[in-house]
């Protein structure tokens, strides 16, 4: 895992309240819903340096399928 994606979901823990938040954990799983969703694209717009669409937090299973497809874009 590189250190910028450590970075980010250290930020993404933060905005859930979560102790850590590791690339498999689930969104739901850590007490996301559609207000952390706005937050973590926000944290994601920051990092990557373009819009993210919070369905697409919404949407993913895991963190790695989100940064994933991030990636992909």
Do not use: C, H, K, W
Request: cysteine-free.
């Amino acid at each position: 895992m590189s250190t910028e994606t450590s970075e980010v979901l250290v930020q993404v823990a933060q905005a859930l309240r979560a102790p850590v938040v590791r690339p498999e954990d689930n969104f739901y799983e850590l007490g996301g819903d559609s207000l952390a969703a706005l937050e973590v694209a926000e944290i994601l717009e920051q990092a990557f340096g373009r819009p993210v669409d919070e369905r697409l937090v919404l949407e993913s299973a895991t963190f790695a399928d989100l940064l994933s497809a991030l990636d992909d874009a």
